[in-house]
């Protein structure tokens, strides 16, 4: 039996917003949508999802856990990390409440849709495609492709070109696989990294923030078992890099 699709963004949940407006909402997080079992935010770029040794507390992580004890550090309202977003990629970040619905949402996780927007050094001589590769890590933590598959993980990366300008392309970003850093490598490793990228990308190129944004996740409620989609708006930078 197919199941019902709910379109959730942030204009069909102005009710769940309204709910929450006396709460306080964690500086750098717009909350999209929150029931008993899942909190959907809307990070910004530059925010951690979770600690570092040099940083524990600004994260969306720890700006969460304070929120749902509401303040009481004996509260046993927990969040669980269901996947995560580099910190200069701004976007949507989902959250499970249990650690029963955490285990449900990663087992799943392949089979949700996740779409990004991108902007991209160059001009891309195909406007639509795929990109495949076999990804590792080496011990400075960089991510690249091996053709070897034992040494890899298989990873695959669609787009289709947006809009362009004269030195940056607009993209739609579909991600198959959730790799480390999947889409920055992808598209560095083609002769076109992602604006702003200061690790795998050019860093001559003055652009304010690294251009890749999380916009849309269409996932199954660990709960319902509805099939719910979650939309968050494309930042105004990226339109005007490609002006």
């Not at 909190?39 to 524990?56: C, P």
């Not at 989902?94 to 996740?114: G, M, P, R």
């Amino acid at each position: 039996m197919q199941l019902k699709q709910k379109n959730i963004s942030m204009e069909d949940n102005k009710q769940n917003v309204k709910k929450e407006k006396n709460r306080h909402n964690p500086k750098g997080l717009t909350i999209i949508y929150e029931d008993r079992d899942i909190i959907v935010v809307d990070k910004i770029n530059g925010l951690l999802t979770i600690g570092s040794d040099r940083e524990r507390e600004k994260t969306a992580y720890f700006l969460l856990s304070d929120y749902v004890k509401k303040g009481n550090q004996k509260s046993r309202n927990r969040i669980f990390i269901v996947h995560r977003l580099d910190r200069e990629t701004s976007g949507l970040l989902v959250f499970a409440k249990s650690e029963k619905v955490k285990f449900f949402l990663q087992e799943q996780w392949q089979n949700f849709t996740k779409k990004y927007v991108a902007v991209v050094e160059g001009i891309l001589p195909d406007k639509e495609g795929e990109i495949s590769s076999y990804l590792t890590e080496n011990s400075i933590h960089r991510v690249y492709s091996v053709s070897n598959p034992t040494m890899g993980k298989f990873s695959k990366t669609g787009y289709k070109v947006i809009k362009e300008s004269r030195g940056f392309s607009l993209l739609d970003v579909d991600l198959f696989t959730g790799r480390k850093n999947q889409i920055r490598v992808h598209f560095s490793e083609k002769g076109f990294p992602v604006a702003g990228d200061k690790v795998y990308g050019n860093k001559k190129i003055a652009v304010k923030r690294l251009a890749l944004h999380s916009k849309t996740i269409t996932l199954v409620h660990p709960f319902t078992k509805k099939t719910m989609t979650f939309d968050s708006e494309t930042p105004q930078y990226f339109n005007q890099l490609v002006k």
